[in-house]
């Protein structure tokens, strides 16, 4: 099974930029959707930007639209999240995703989990 170890995380002022990385421990990375997900303290995990497998397509939630960039080095089986214009309601535990199908990562059924990184966003 493949393992998620992701890296970047840290603390910003509002407007401030991070970028997270997931590097992946399979050669098979490509037959994997893959994904970002955040949680804050007493709130439900929410995914934040999806790569379609078949496509490389992204999709985005609609709060971060725009400020976020996903993307993937497949020779390297890692993805990255690109974050601009942080904001405050960006805090929180940031998790690397990866399933078999699209579905699967939206509704985290099935789901390969990395370990979180912290990203907290001051004003």
């Known amino acids: 099974q493949v393992q998620l170890v992701e890296s970047g995380g840290g603390s910003v002022q509002a407007g401030g930029s991070l970028r997270l990385s997931c590097a992946a421990s399979t050669t098979t990375w490509n037959t994997y959707t893959t994904g970002w997900f955040r949680q804050a303290p007493g709130k439900e995990r929410e995914g934040v930007a999806t790569?379609?497998?078949?496509?490389?397509?992204?999709y985005y939630a609609d709060s971060v639209k725009g400020r976020f960039t996903i993307s993937q080095d497949k020779a390297k089986n890692i993805i990255y999240l690109q974050m601009n214009n942080l904001k405050p309601e960006d805090t929180g535990t940031y998790y690397c995703?990866?399933?078999?199908?699209?579905?699967?990562?939206?509704?985290?059924?099935?789901?390969?989990w990395g370990q979180g990184t912290q990203v907290t966003v001051s004003s």
């Open positions: 790569l379609y497998r078949d496509t490389g397509s992204p």
């Open positions: 995703a990866a399933a078999s199908t699209w579905i699967e990562l939206v509704r985290k059924q099935n789901v390969v």
